[in-house]
């Protein structure tokens, strides 16, 4: 398997170095990407991160997942196929910042390609981190190249954006970098990986409603049992907890962009009880929700 050069690496950290020279977040206007800079470590905090390739560029991250730590650092991907609740640190690394570039993923455009070769490519260049739906790959020097044509995108150069800015040309070049056997599993993984996508985007849909697994089983055609299972094992949360973490994010996100009631805020998400949501916000968080208001908005989890 082929991997990257450090130096094709090091040229890739320091173009996007060049393009953020301050700390904080680069979103694209013309391809659905963003860049990252981070400068100093950053503590432990829980994050909602959607489907994703997360290419680090310098640095590190580590993070817990379903009760169990992984680490991806320069010269690696971390692939995430599902909207993963999860709690993610900077250490402190001297004289290097962290620099990564992120590109959402559609699973269903990419398992649509794969459909064209449903034969799943060989795994060595991913290994799965517990049974989650998330893996961590190792960069080559394709993945590297093409890196390199979507910053060129980016700042609008225009020699390649005819061919990437289509999206599914952007996920064939992928797919045929070392990159596939990890979009594979991302993207096309188990018809229980798809059932549970489904259950997440009802959750996201239907925040509000009470919901408990009976329905979301039945609405995903699957039996109670079964349906616990699956979800626990994808996302490395129970169904009813997931729900309860991705309400706190979404009123997390709905305090520090909208001027509302911290009750408001509690009965938009599906609490019944103002007193509950402040007490659960204050035990996921580490601060209350009022507290929230005099924060920036929060960190990309990577």
């Not at 190792?138 to 190249?145: K, N, Q, Y």
Request: aromatic residues 4%; charged residues 20%; positive net charge.
């Amino acid at each position: 398997m082929s991997t990257h050069t450090p130096e094709s690496l090091q040229a890739l950290a320091a173009r996007v170095s060049s393009l953020m020279p301050l700390e904080g977040c680069v979103q694209s206007s013309r391809l659905d990407a963003r860049l990252l800079r981070v400068e100093q470590a950053r503590p432990a905090q829980a994050t909602l991160q959607e489907p994703a390739l997360v290419f680090m560029l310098s640095g590190r991250k580590r993070g817990r997942i379903a009760g169990k730590a992984f680490e991806y650092q320069a010269g690696q991907c971390l692939v995430l196929g599902l909207p993963l609740l999860f709690s993610c640190e900077t250490p402190a690394l001297d004289n290097e910042v962290t620099l990564a570039l992120v590109l959402p993923i559609d699973s269903t455009a990419i398992r649509l390609l794969l459909n064209e070769s449903p034969t799943p490519p060989r795994p060595e260049a991913s290994a799965q981190i517990a049974s989650v739906a998330m893996s961590v790959s190792r960069l080559g020097d394709a993945s590297v190249g093409l890196l390199h044509r979507l910053l060129d995108v980016m700042q609008g150069k225009h020699n390649d954006m005819p061919a990437l800015q289509s999206q599914d040309n952007l996920y064939r070049a992928l797919l045929e970098s070392e990159l596939k056997h990890a979009l594979w599993v991302a993207a096309n993984g188990s018809q229980a990986m798809q059932k549970v996508h489904d259950a997440i985007q009802l959750m996201q849909k239907l925040h509000a409603s009470e919901l408990d697994v009976k329905t979301l089983a039945s609405r995903v055609h699957l039996s109670e049992s079964a349906f616990h299972k699956a979800f626990k094992s994808l996302t490395g949360q129970t169904p009813m907890r997931y729900l309860k973490q991705y309400r706190l994010h979404l009123a997390r996100r709905l305090i520090q962009q909208h001027d509302r009631h911290i009750a408001q805020v509690a009965f938009a998400v599906g609490y019944q009880s103002p007193t509950q949501f402040s007490r659960d916000f204050k035990q996921h968080f580490g601060h209350t929700a009022g507290d929230t208001r005099k924060q920036p908005p929060a960190a990309d989890p990577i």
